[in-house]
């Protein structure tokens, strides 16, 4: 009897072996995420009119597969990235809205992410780039060692910009250490009130070489006022003009040292871009290379750390076995508060795309960002899907492309994907929530978003949120651009969704 019963375990195990996607240790993928930040739908040369040259990124389309319905989990950053990172919609979380840079660590350090999960499969992972889910407790110290932080959460190295590149402090963190710290120069942030008696926006004007057109008006930083205030650290300052160059080449050097010293590991790069978000302050060798002004040249300069990514990689023939994904956190914005003319030299360039909307936004624009996955070995170049993805699915797709299982309980809205990811389904989710103030439900064709308060236009941004005082139901493929409201002539549609909506709040929705 008991044997009858290993017997059957054995058969089950092995023909679960079989049938998962999980590859070999040694054929596992390096995993590359480039994670643009504020990139929208139509601002590649690949989805674009035209107005952006971007050969780099257009490249990732043409040697992989182009998702044509791939989401961030919400219209702005922190609630993106924790999806992103833990497999949970943000809105389930208090305190997951767009943090301040001195916000604490959001993530608890027990729990399972995306680098925790491959640090079991048996990858190295590093962290590059921003990271604006806070760090440490809220007493923070920056002039001691940080923690938690990323280190305490799967990654084995990170290189970050703490916030945002708008946001101060205005350095880098490597590990647990501000980079340059100069103990004589103690730093000090607040996002409370002035702290040391640096100039601001506000009060000094004349020393800006950026205006500023809303927020962004305290302590100045390389001749730009940021959001919030510091105090010393003058050593450790970023240089904004250098910024993609610094983060690029610590991203190349993660590479490289890989390749030297632990060759035998599959590796995970999380390359968190600042670019194209604001200050768009472009190295010199990009300025006025768009017609587009500072937006067109930060998506060029996006661009050739793009290439520089691929370049290493296929100068150690990682190519071929390397996922390399490429999205953003958000859709895209014109004016995020600085007077950089984004705005007034658009031209007929359409960000979104063809959808309605942007950061900030319900509509499609806001969640609906290019995504790009190239992976030589197992996806047809020149390939596209409809299937609907989104990056809270990242955690349970790379745990299975590993050969991992997720802890019960853990990425409670990530779906293993895999099968999109490697084109042999063309659906993807059953369904989705996407988050921007107000909430919204995709399903088949229809899209739901509930009603909630308002206001329908964000008027420093100018952009619509698609929060109405009452619900609006949409046929995206009737009307991708959502401007017919079908709600009041499809009750029973409006009905089942937010029934669905309020299963899936409820954790009740059983599509496991
Ligand atoms: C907003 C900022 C905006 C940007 C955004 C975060 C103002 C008026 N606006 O509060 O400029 O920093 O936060 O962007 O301060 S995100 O991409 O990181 O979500
Ligand atoms: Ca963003």
Redesign the pocket.
Known sequence: MLRRFWSKCLVQSLLSLMLCDALPAAEQPNIVLIYV??LGYGDLGCTGGGAVSTPNIDRLADEGCRFTDGHSAAA???PSRYALLTGEYAWRRKGTG?ATGDAASIIAADRVTLASILRRAGYRSAVVGKW?LGLGTADLDWNRPISPGPLDLGFDESFIIPA?G??VPCVYVEGRQVVGLDPADPIQVSFSGPIGAEPTGLQNPELLKLQWE???NATIVNGISR?GFMSGGHKARWVDEDMADVLTARAQKFIEQHVSSHHQQPFFLFFSTHDV??PRVPHPRFAGRSALGARGDVLEQLDWSVGQLLKTLEQHQLSRNTLVILTS??GPVLN??YRDEAAERNGKHRPSGPFRGG?YSAFEGGTRVPMLVRWPARIPPRSTSDALICQVDFLATFAALTGESLPQGCGPDSRNLLPALLLEDRHGRAHLVQQAGALSVRQGRWKLIESSKGPALNR?VNIETGNLGQVQLYDLTADPGETRNLAATEPTQVAELQQLLDQIRNGSDNDR
Do not use: L
Request: proline share 0%.
């Open positions: 930040d504020d702005t950053c922190t767009i604006h945002t708008d946001r809303h927020g962004h959001i978000h604001v956190d958000n995020d508060g950061k420093q």
